[in-house]
């Protein structure tokens, strides 16, 4: 049973460029929610998806976007990036099931730099 | 959204040694789930609180929900190195945002 799967694993990019990721979420899963984790920070929540539609957001700016797609798997897109997005991107998956604890699985993270 | 403190934010400890991390809410939560992050890694869940007053045992880990639903604590007894991480409370249901986590260092 595949967990939680991220790419790319690591990636630089420079001011002003655009980022996608993509996240698979652990089989079975339909709702996926991005972090962004600076470096000796807890993880700050983007947004989430479900049913291929943003439910909820953070508080994050426009420049950052997403996409669920029928098959649960999700992107996440970064526009116009700054130095300061430099960080480790998570993905986390989890069920909508109000029987079920609701934890969330995360992938392995992807760290964006940005120069 | 929902947001907690967490204290320490640093413990250093001997291995051995007993360690609390304690999460604090200005509101009531509705739940509260704990997960450890290793150095370098990915944040892995341990345990979900509903209940007032609950307390949970996992081997040398003890968490508990206050009885206001207010706060939680999660205690290690007798440290080991792999214990080493960073432990997140996050409140409510969704998880959309986690505490200020609480880094911990086991001296061998």
């Known amino acids: 049973d595949a967990g939680v799967t991220q790419s790319p694993t690591h990636l630089i990019k420079t001011r002003g460029q655009q980022v996608t990721l993509r996240c698979s979420p652990k089989?079975?899963?339909?709702?996926v929610s991005w972090y962004q984790q600076a470096l000796g920070q807890g993880p700050q929540f983007i947004f989430q998806?479900?049913?291929?539609?943003?439910?909820q957001r953070g508080n994050f700016p426009d420049r950052f976007s997403g996409h669920q797609f029928p098959n649960y798997s999700s992107e996440l897109n970064v526009n116009a990036l700054l130095l300061g997005d430099s960080a480790l991107y998570l993905c986390?998956?989890?069920?909508?099931?109000?029987?079920?604890?609701?934890?969330?699985?995360f992938g392995e993270g992807s760290r964006l730099t940005v120069l | 959204g929902q947001q907690v403190m967490q204290i320490p934010q640093y413990q250093h400890v001997q291995e051995g040694e007993d360690f609390t991390t304690y999460c604090n809410s200005s509101?009531?939560?509705?739940?509260i789930q704990w997960y450890k992050q290793r150095p370098g890694g990915h944040p892995v869940f341990l345990i979900q609180?509903?209940?007032?007053?609950e307390v949970k045992k996992q081997k040398r880990l003890t968490f508990q929900f206050g009885e206001a639903k207010k706060n939680s604590s999660l205690h290690i007894t007798a440290t080991q190195t792999t214990d080493v991480g960073t432990y997140f409370c996050?409140?409510?249901?969704?998880?959309?945002?986690f505490g200020t986590g609480t880094s911990l260092t086991v001296i061998p």
């Open positions: 986390a998956s989890s069920l909508v099931d109000y029987a079920n604890t609701g934890e969330l699985f």
């Open positions: 089989s079975g899963h339909d709702t």
């Open positions: 998806y479900y049913e291929e539609e943003e439910r």
């Open positions: 509101t009531t939560l509705s739940n």
């Open positions: 609180l509903v209940k007032s007053g």
């Open positions: 996050a409140p409510g249901r969704g998880q959309f945002y």
